[in-house]
């Protein structure tokens, strides 16, 4: 679906950082796209006092330089319609406070000082309403539709974040309240759109968008040296590796089963990811972090592509971002069975248990493949930024500004 004809403006808020460039980042990518056809002003996540005084070598010093660059400017235009607000508030370090009437009080104070620079902002780029999305903060952000008075509020849910501890302890009581009061939620998965229409009807569907631009089998010279080392098969995982969301377990199950079988594994890992465990295994490989322009020439050089995912609370309505970047590479690829990855079931082996999984790539590797890489390289693209956005611009029009809009 096209973005929208008519113009309207956006303000984007998030406990996501403009700067951080070498992370991938959904809102990022949606306020580029909106930014071709309306103006947007993405409002930079605000620094707390325990970021300023404990992380200087984190948040706070991409802040500084980032301001640096800009001649310490707070607001900057980024792009046609685009422009970032840096918020010059520091915000009140509240999270540790039990949850109740005060935590709210000091959150409404915290939420007043964003405000008030947002207000600002809004007023010196000469717009005189615009739409709010809020971009999955259920903390800070739950105060700004009172305090800002968009034309409409959207929530975008595009995670699960009550089942991490920081956002639980307050989120388990204000998500629910926040999705009540915005005027539409906007989610990335069904699984989530569904979650949400419990607490309004106005919860639709707007489906991933990918930039898929560096993957492209065709622009890939040659396979990397570390990887053309390892002999083949290759099964390869490309991503963060972390317990939180990775089967390591199920890892280890595969590698053991298979010592005939290389299994590759590019990304950064955290501590509760089984490392030792997978290097006491001779056909595990671990290749390190990558930058997201070598990304593509290591799925080039793999046999078969995984996505071990753990089931959890986590997980189970995620919408893996990386299954695209596969399939747009032509490859095959088995994954965990989830209600998300049902949207790949033409494309993608999807596998209930290890003995499944291990089928399953034993099938790949013999050529029993469900489509052919051409026809995974065309769907992978139908899952664009432009047609998320359009997807979603199409929700808010037709409930809100249909009687605005000329007929056809």
């Known amino acids: 679906m096209g973005i929208s004809s008519k113009k309207f403006n956006f303000v984007i808020t998030s406990r996501q950082i403009w700067e951080e460039t ?17 103006q947007v002003l993405f ?48 915000m009140a370090s509240i999270n540790w406070m039990p949850d109740g009437a005060f935590y709210d009080w ?31 903060d259920m903390l800070q952000g739950f105060f700004m539709k009172e305090l800002l008075q968009p034309k409409v509020s959207v929530y975008y849910l595009r995670d699960n974040f009550l089942a991490v501890d920081f956002w639980r302890k307050h989120g388990l009581r204000l998500e629910p309240l926040l999705m009540q009061k915005v ?23 707007v489906g991933q968008g990918c930039d898929l631009e560096l993957f492209d089998s065709n622009k890939i010279d040659k396979i990397p040296a570390d990887l053309e080392a390892i002999p083949h098969p290759r099964v390869g995982y490309a ?16 590698a053991a089963q298979r010592p005939d079988w290389q299994v590759v594994l590019i ?19 671990f290749l390190g972090s990558k930058t997201p322009q070598q990304i593509p020439a290591y799925l080039e050089g793999m046999d078969v592509l995984i996505n071990p995912q753990k089931l959890n609370e986590v997980t189970i309505g995620n919408y893996p971002r990386k299954i695209d970047e596969y399939l747009a590479m ?15 079931k033409d494309h993608v082996n999807l596998a209930e248990n290890s003995d499944q999984f291990i089928a399953q790539i034993e099938d790949v590797l013999q050529g029993k493949q469900l489509s052919t890489p051409e026809a995974r390289i065309a769907f992978a693209h139908e899952h664009s930024w432009e047609n998320s956005v359009g997807d979603l611009m199409s929700a808010i029009e037709t409930r809100f500004f249909a009687k605005a809009l000329p007929k056809k």
């Open 22 to 38: 070498h992370l991938g980042s959904n809102i990022r990518d949606m306020a580029r796209v909106l930014s071709q056809s309306h």
């Open 43 to 90: 409002v930079n996540d605000p620094l707390d006092w325990s970021t300023v005084i404990s992380q200087k070598s984190g948040r706070a010093q991409l802040r500084s330089e980032f301001l640096a660059k800009h001649q310490g400017q707070r607001l900057i235009q980024d792009g046609a319609n685009l422009w970032v607000l840096s918020p010059e508030s520091v």
């Open 106 to 136: 000091l959150n409404r104070y915290n939420t007043q000082k964003i405000a008030h620079e947002i207000t600002a902002a809004v007023k010196k780029l000469g717009w005189d309403s615009f739409i709010l999305i809020n971009d999955n």
């Open 183 to 205: 005027d539409m939620i906007a989610s990335n998965s069904i699984y989530l759109a569904n979650q949400a229409a419990r607490y309004n009807p106005q919860s639709v569907y």
């Open 239 to 254: 991503g963060a590796l972390t317990g939180l969301r990775l089967d390591g377990a199920l890892i280890e199950t595969v």
């Open 267 to 285: 990304g950064s890992t955290d501590d509760s990811f089984p490392v030792e465990r997978l290097k006491a295994l001779p056909n595990v490989h």
């Open 330 to 344: 032509g490859k095959p690829i088995v994954a965990v069975k989830t209600e998300t990855m049902d949207l790949f």
